[in-house]
T-cell receptor, first 114, second 115 residues
């Protein structure tokens, strides 16, 4: 069966510090991968998606970046965090690109920037 | 462009009462629709999905939703609420855009179950 992991689970960082969040998927090959941010009362905002190794597309311009160094690894990074980067970050995967495929979500990372 | 509107950011029901969470969508193509549930500080879990065929879709935990094309709605219902149903619920619509699956989520409805 497929599983998706995220770490760390929680993170408190000062403004201006770097960020690295990791997501890994097990039990499937060549998944589509997604990073979402969830801010209070705003639902889910798609940040990045990837259809393959090294293939990253950004939905929202910001000071965050993403990388996919391996087939089942997806990393979210920042060189300098802003207060507005606080939120709950969710990684998700889906199978081949099809509208009827559901996305499977990881447990999330709660990021607080102080 | 697709969009989802969830009416009511907070809904309160008594334990044993009917749960009704509303979702309206907009899509330029035949929609694929989903309901997800999120418990505090956890990821989202699929409750049910509509692709094609039967318009009444049954999901996990006794939930079901009916796709009504004429009303562009996909409301979520459960006949009798349990305390364990207290969570946030997200409606979503999916389409293929630029070669990837683009899912647009509603802003969510927090369900409170009163004992």
């Amino acid at each position: 069966s497929q599983t998706i992991h995220q770490w760390p689970a929680t993170l408190v960082q000062p403004v201006g510090s770097p960020l690295s969040l990791e997501c890994t998927v097990e039990g499937t090959s060549n998944p589509n991968l997604y990073w979402y941010r969830q801010a209070a009362g705003r639902g889910l905002q798609l940040l990045f998606y990837s259809v393959g190794i090294g293939q990253i597309s950004s939905e929202v311009p910001q000071n965050l970046s993403a990388s996919r160094p391996q087939d089942r690894q997806f990393i979210l990074s920042s060189k300098k965090l802003l207060l507005s980067d606080s939120g709950f970050y969710l990684c998700a995967w889906s199978g081949t690109a099809s509208s009827y495929n559901e996305q499977f979500f990881g447990p999330g990372t709660r990021l607080t920037v102080l | 462009a697709q969009s989802v509107t969830q009416l009511g950011s907070h809904v309160s029901v008594s334990e044993g009462a009917l749960v009704l969470l509303r979702c309206n969508y907009s899509s330029s193509v035949p929609p694929y629709l989903f309901w997800y549930v999120q418990y505090p500080n956890q990821g989202l879990q699929l409750l049910l999905k509509y692709t094609t065929g039967a318009t009444l879709v049954k999901g996990i935990n006794g939930f079901e939703a009916e796709f009504k094309k004429s009303e562009t709605s996909f409301h979520l219902t459960k006949p009798s609420a349990h305390m364990s149903d207290a969570a946030e619920y997200f409606c979503a619509v999916s389409e293929i855009s630029g070669g990837y699956q683009k899912v647009t989520f509603g802003t969510g409805t927090k369900l409170q179950v009163i004992p």
